[in-house]
């Protein structure tokens, strides 16, 4: 009787040599996101991610049995910085920007606030304005509706795995495997700017840039070594004559080559569409 009266009352779990273990069970769980692809990087323009301040709080708050905290790795929405993801009650409170000490610390005044309640509090501010949505499952902050469901197939023969939005959205043109591969092979000095395996942004229009090269090719308007021939030739005539030196203003040029000798625009196109958001007549989007 004693025994099951222990059972009842505690997360027994038989580990893998037969160890019978009381797997404790927290109310929440905070995820802060440190030296991955962009949060906490000074070197590329993001705020420090206040760690110890994290560290300090959870451990004066006598939090260890209530909400567990994890420091460290990627938590996935690359296009923020100093991302904090918190767990309650079976859903994910995605945070963002969460830059100094005074943030970190309205953030665990909000997690103390719903653990005195026993109940889940929307954040007020200054957290509100910071909570965003990270997961398919759950609705914006905001009520929006977003159009991003995406049908998963799983991989064929070739190991190319075919995405397709739903809901209307866009559709691939071919699989995100083909142009995986095609850009690891991009080696020597057409290989593209990595910084712990990651591909390096330094604005939006080169992701922009990198993106419809990369779809152009999927839709088979061109094969990739053409791109990769084209490139290399950008590469090596602005080395010759001190033309634009960055990485991107070179892919740039053999994008708008290519696009150019397939006849889908022309020289003066582009020229037109440049001097137009040059002269501000046409706002840029971020």
Known sequence: MAEAMYQRRRNLVRRHDGMLVNVARPRGHLFVCHEACCCGRTEDGFAPVPTTVYEREWMRRRFRNFVHLTIGGCLGPCALANVAMLLWDGQAHWFQSINSEALVVALFDYVQGMLEADVYIPPAQPLADLEFTASSWQPRPDGRNVDDRRLYRPPDADGLADVRWLDGGPHCIASAGAADRAVADMSGEAAIPRKNGELVFESPWQGRAFG???????GQVYNWDEFRTELVAR????????GPSGYYDRWLAAFETLLSE?????????????????FGERDEVF
Request: zero cysteines.
């Open 212 to 218: 419809m090269a990369v779809a152009l090719n999927e």
């Open 235 to 242: 590469i090596a005539e602005a080395d010759s004559s001190g």
């Open 262 to 278: 397939k006849g889908l625009v022309s020289t003066q196109e582009i020229d037109e569409r440049t001097y137009q958001f040059e």
